[in-house]
């Protein structure tokens, strides 16, 4: 059974930092690409980043670019997600998923296994 375990949530101020972890168990880490989401209250969920299985490939929303950073370590099944410059904009549910043999694309239809969240909370 595979599973998704994010971690790395809190409270932040804006202007701040915060380094999101997911752990990967019961696949074959190095088939997926991962993708990091994101759903605010009272919003849809939307594609922040996504880093192909090899890592030689990222994507990322333009409302995030030049301030998160996705990177993967397959030895240890595990994506991040590096955060700065944070907004209060930014506050939301971040939320990882595994893109089976995929090209870490931006829809979310594409991807098949997904993490409950965890919480991102930016303060003004």
């Known amino acids: 059974q595979v599973e998704l375990v994010e971690s790395g949530g809190g409270l932040v101020q804006a202007g701040g930092s915060l380094r999101l972890s997911c752990v990967a168990r019961?696949?074959?880490?190095?088939?997926?690409?991962m993708g990091w989401f994101r759903q605010a209250p009272g919003k849809e969920r939307e594609f922040v980043a996504s880093?192909?299985?090899?890592?030689?490939?990222?994507r990322y929303a333009d409302s995030v670019k030049d301030r998160f950073t996705i990177s993967r370590d397959n030895a240890k099944n595990t994506v991040l997600l590096q955060m700065n410059s944070l907004k209060p904009e930014d506050t939301a549910v971040y939320s990882c998923?595994?893109?089976?043999?995929?090209?870490?694309?931006?829809?979310?239809?594409?991807?098949?296994?997904w993490g409950r969240g965890t919480q991102v909370t930016v303060s003004s």
């Open positions: 998923a595994e893109e089976f043999e995929g090209g870490g694309n931006r829809r979310q239809i594409d991807y098949d296994f």
């Open positions: 019961g696949a074959t880490f190095i088939r997926y690409a």
């Open positions: 880093i192909e299985k090899n890592g030689d490939s990222t």
